[in-house]
């Protein structure tokens, strides 16, 4: 026992002291002065199965009554019977501002994380960093650079989900930004550097939050946010229902499900002429189970579609061109949208499966000086490096370089299938006659003679690239009618149930980023 010194009052705090500390910190700041926001507690109710959240640091700055957990809520809870660490910033307390015990409980929890092996959920809700504690938060060893470093050293190793419920300012944007999916909430969510009171200062632009960094521009012209919603609970339901599609770390495979009959049969969807517009997520619909297709980054690069889904209960990663829109062309930010695609797949254990229906990459001035060439090359390599098992399906055309990005039989995929409707070439029969032949063309006066002979020459390339051929020569694998496509993909599937990861391989290529 320590001895009070005559004259002086014991002023260490008492256990009611400590339960009103504690109370306080549960309460956080006054939510009714953001009327359209969901509570942070109210948001981990739903993340969490009933009863299983284990806080860490609900005491943090208790001596300072007004930063009731110092702003952000961490700990580990379970969804769905499996452990999830979480960082949920209090937007009551100080905007969710991070000050120097803000950044020491997300350390804690992302080593924990990383030491267990934990996937991790990120509640984002903040202000950026508080500057009236800018020396705890900003400079040192356990700063917002650790957060930041230990986020790139789970990337991989565990899935971490992000929901965007308010801004995600300055250097704390990064947050989001190293997570594998982010969902954002419509009117609230926001993700930028600077301000745009900042910018105006900086550069003399003038213009909004929206504008500039709100969820609509992020999931359609910048691509960091993959998802839009119309509210906090929506957005934290899909993070929820995402895990499950996803192992709990890199060393496991996916859970199986209970396999669904797909919505509809694939019957005649995908057209025979080429020209002919599809919604290649009706192809999807027709393979997959019943209702598991969850779409990512569906509001950007719309020309690809890439999602998770179930096939016969099996976790599958569905990439495909999509006819309906530019033709299913591949430009700059569709191919980073798959190459991203691809990765976390391969990071994760998901077999890979390729729609194909594409024309190529886009040519033009404008998509060369974008980098077309540097980012076609970056898919590219991301499938190529891929370890998982991949599979290829050709639904209608699969032409030049867009054929190879798709993952061609030079790639080793496991099968490379084709419908009926398929034709595989360095171009359409129609272009390579008026490349080889353009200046013959233009020497026949006769229009008659003319249209003979472009169809004379265009029927010799179509039965030169024909799917008879392609068989007799290897090039694909198996033929299917369309309603057997699904059954054929599962059967080979099931003959990949021992794939095990190679040893030994490098730790990872050079990205042509």
Not at 212 to 221: N, P
Request: with cysteine; net charge negative.
């Amino acid at each position: 026992m320590t001895a009070t010194v005559p004259g002086e009052v014991d002023a260490s705090p008492g256990p009611e002291e400590v339960t009103a500390a504690q109370e306080r910190a549960r309460r956080g700041g006054d939510p009714a002065r953001w009327p359209a926001k969901l509570p942070v507690r109210d948001r981990l109710a739903i993340l969490f199965d009933p009863g299983t959240f284990v806080e860490d640091g609900l005491l943090a700055t208790a001596a300072d009554a007004g930063l009731p957990a110092d702003g952000v809520i961490t700990g580990v809870g379970r969804v769905e019977g499996r452990p999830v660490a979480v960082i949920a910033h209090d937007f009551t307390v100080k905007a969710g501002s991070w000050g120097e015990l803000t950044c020491e409980k997300q350390i804690r929890i992302l080593e924990r994380a990383d030491r267990d092996l934990l996937p991790v959920v990120y509640l984002v809700d903040s202000a950026g960093g508080r500057l009236t504690d800018q020396m705890g938060f900003f400079p040192g060893r356990r700063g917002a650079s650790a957060i930041f470093n230990l986020q790139v050293k789970l990337s991989g190793r565990v899935p971490q989900l992000c929901c965007l419920h308010g801004p995600s300012a300055a250097g704390g944007a990064y947050m989001p930004a190293f997570c594998d999916w982010v969902g954002m909430v419509a009117g609230n969510a926001s993700m930028y550097l600077a301000s745009p009171r900042v910018a105006e200062k900086v550069t003399g632009e003038r213009t909004t939050l929206e504008e500039m960094g709100g969820a609509m521009m992020h999931a359609t012209v910048s691509g960091c946010g993959d998802e839009v919603f119309d509210s906090d609970w929506e957005a934290v339901a899909a993070a929820r229902l995402l895990l499950s599609y996803l192992p709990d770390d890199f060393r496991v495979p996916p859970a199986r499900r209970e396999p669904a009959e797909p919505e509809q049969v694939l019957g005649d969807l995908v057209p025979t002429d080429p020209n002919v517009s599809y919604d290649v997520r009706d192809v999807v619909d027709g393979i997959v189970d019943a209702g598991s297709f969850f779409e990512i980054k569906a509001r950007w690069a719309q020309e690809m579609v890439v999602g998770l889904a179930r096939l016969d209960g099996r976790v599958v990663g569905i990439v495909a061109n999509q006819p309906s829109v530019r033709s299913g062309a591949i430009f700059v930010d569709s191919a980073d949208k798959a190459a991203r695609f691809i990765s976390l797949c391969d990071a994760f254990n998901i077999p890979l499966v390729f729609l194909q229906d594409v024309p190529g990459f886009m040519v033009g001035v404008d998509v060369e000086r974008q980098g077309i060439i540097r980012h076609g090359a970056k898919m590219i390599a991301a499938m190529a490096s891929a370890d998982v098992p991949k599979y290829t399906v050709v639904l209608r055309k699969a032409y030049a370089a867009g054929y190879y990005a798709m993952c061609a039989p030079g790639f080793e995929p496991r099968a490379t299938i084709a419908l009926p409707t398929a034709t595989i070439g360095p171009m359409s029969a129609e272009a390579s006659v008026n490349a080889v032949y353009a200046n013959k063309i233009a020497a026949i006066a006769d229009e008659d003679e003319r249209a003979a002979f472009v169809a004379a020459r265009t029927a010799e390339q179509q039965a030169d690239i024909n799917l008879l051929r392609m068989g007799s020569d290897l090039v694909v694998d198996a033929i299917v009618e369309p309603p057997a496509l699904r059954t054929e993909l599962i059967a080979r599937l099931v003959d990949a149930d021992r794939w095990t990861r190679s040893p030994g391989r490098r730790h990872h290529l050079v990205s042509p980023v």
